[in-house]
């Protein structure tokens, strides 16, 4: 399955909500108890093949969250760990600063995936860059 980064939880109706609004999802999830704590039945059976985060990073407070996320659903036992998409616009130096050395210390490899730029009418280049982050562990 396909997944934007969050925090989940079955509040409405069986269908899956994020907290601290990082992302969101549309069909079922893993249900969540308590901060930090997994339903034991459901973390064996579910993890996503890609995680897709766009527009996700604007202020510092939401760096270590989404990289502590993502370092979760990579590291998850007996689970292939998932293609990670960022699609990331610079908005703050400082929060571009933090982020790349939270996923450092995480043990993320940032690669700029990037695609050409193809020559426009006005010569303008896209700000947004995208990057495929693979945790370490998972390269190896």
């Known amino acids: 399955g396909v997944v934007s980064v969050g925090r989940f939880t079955r509040e409405h109706h069986g269908v899956g909500t994020v907290k601290n609004g990082i992302g969101n999802i549309s069909n079922s999830c893993i249900p969540a108890t308590n901060e930090g704590d997994e339903n034991p039945a459901a973390s064996n059976l579910w993890g996503p093949e890609i995680v897709l985060a766009a527009d996700v990073v604007w202020i510092e407070s939401l760096v270590h969250p989404l990289v502590q996320t993502m370092h979760r659903i990579c590291t998850k036992p007996s689970l292939t760990p998932p293609l990670i998409l960022l699609?990331?616009?610079?908005?703050?130096?400082?929060?571009?600063?933090?982020?790349?050395?939270?996923?450092?210390?995480?043990?993320?490899?940032?690669?700029?995936?990037?695609?050409?730029?193809?020559?426009?009418?006005?010569?303008?280049?896209?700000?947004?860059?995208?990057?495929?982050?693979?945790h370490q562990a998972a390269a190896q």
């Open 87 to 134: 699609s990331y616009q610079r908005r703050s130096q400082a929060v571009e600063d933090l982020l790349f050395q939270t996923l450092e210390e995480f043990r993320f490899r940032i690669e700029d995936v990037t695609a050409p730029v193809v020559s426009t009418s006005t010569g303008a280049e896209s700000k947004i860059r995208i990057y495929r982050i693979i």
